[in-house]
């Protein structure tokens, strides 16, 4: 049997941290991003509990959220 190995920048992916949440608290309070999922998020504190809810169920599985390098 033959492996091959694929190597993409598409693919380029690392676990999302806490350092990353700077960056989505714009998006995740943009009502133009957020209008599918009920409307923008007004708080930073409500961001992160955001997050941890949306986190939570894929952690159960073994997934993770993951950001692109």
């Known amino acids: 049997m033959q492996f ?5 920048s598409r693919m380029d992916y690392r676990e999302l ?3 990353d949440l700077n960056l989505l608290t714009p998006l995740l309070r943009s009502e133009e991003t ?3 999922l009920g409307g923008a998020l007004s708080s930073y504190e ?4 955001w997050l941890v809810d ?3 169920p894929l952690s159960g599985r ?3 959220l993951a950001a692109r390098t």
Not at 4 to 8: A, D, F, G, Q, V
């Open 4 to 8: 091959y190995e694929l190597n993409s």
């Open 17 to 19: 941290s806490a350092d």
């Open 34 to 36: 957020m209008q599918t």
């Open 46 to 49: 409500q961001t992160l509990d």
């Open 54 to 56: 949306y986190a939570a």
């Open 62 to 64: 073994g997934l993770r």
